[in-house]
């Protein structure tokens, strides 16, 4: 999430468009370097059923698939000009003096940010040649965060997922709390009755912690929920709901 925030900082402070693209059927790009074989799909009707097939690309599914189809990529960006940083390998920039432009990328989902216009359209032609992409236009929401753009800058949102989290956990009707946590906590000495439904409990905080990237005033509560995700109590995920 820093490298997000870095990104579109630059692209905020030099008024640079942000854009987003979309690979259909990504892991099907990946071209596999060991052999790998599979049994026949149900309903083959060959010959020998004792036969196997030997992919000579990548099937959703493998665990192959993920690594190919990123070194595909990859591949394809470098050849085209950008250099891969070293500090975050999912983010890729491309200098040429008078003309700059910066690509971030999660899993299927290209954010791209150029110093002009014409450069941005001459990547995005690029890509179209390269895989089967969907052009999604101005970025408006990545990683569950809204981008909403103004001449003042650009603001970030995790309501939809914010929405998302209350209404899995049953409390859309619940009257809202002034602050996340109670003043004068003793969460960390409970000695009460042990929440059986763990992964439930993880899965509350793990969303939390997300949550935080927009919600920085949460830090402190979801970082005391944190500390108990081997062995909640009722009350740590009583504090959670809360």
Not at 37 to 62: A, E, I, Q, W
Not at 167 to 192: C, I, M, S, T
Request: aromatic fraction near 12%.
């Amino acid at each position: 999430m820093t490298t997000v925030r870095i990104f579109l900082q630059i692209a905020v402070s030099r008024n640079w468009e942000v854009h987003q693209m979309d690979v259909h059927n990504a892991f099907l790009h990946g071209d596999l370097k060991e052999e790998v074989y599979m049994r026949p799909s149900p309903g083959f009707t060959g010959s020998d059923k004792n036969k196997v097939c030997k992919l000579h690309k990548s099937l959703y599914g493998l665990k192959q698939a993920l690594r190919c189809w990123f070194e595909k990529l990859s591949s394809s960006l470098r050849t085209y000009g950008f250099d891969q940083s070293r500090s975050d390998y999912s983010l890729f920039t491309m200098d040429r003096g008078t003309e700059y432009i910066q690509v971030l990328v999660y899993v299927d989902d290209l954010v791209v940010s150029a110093s002009n216009s014409s450069l941005l359209a001459s990547f995005k032609a690029y890509m179209n040649q390269c895989f089967h992409m969907k052009d999604l236009g101005v970025s408006k929401y990545f990683l569950g965060i809204e981008l909403a753009r103004n001449p003042t800058g650009l603001y970030l949102c995790q309501r939809k997922y914010a929405l998302g989290i209350i209404e899995e956990a049953g409390l859309l009707a619940a009257n809202p709390v002034a602050f996340p946590v109670e003043q004068n906590h003793r969460l960390p000495l409970d000695k009460g009755p042990d929440f059986l439904n763990v992964g439930a409990y993880r899965r509350l905080v793990g969303q939390l912690v997300f949550l935080s990237v927009t919600r920085p005033d949460l830090a402190y509560s979801v970082h005391t929920l944190a500390q108990f995700m081997k062995k909640p109590k009722l009350a740590h995920w009583e504090a959670a709901l809360r």
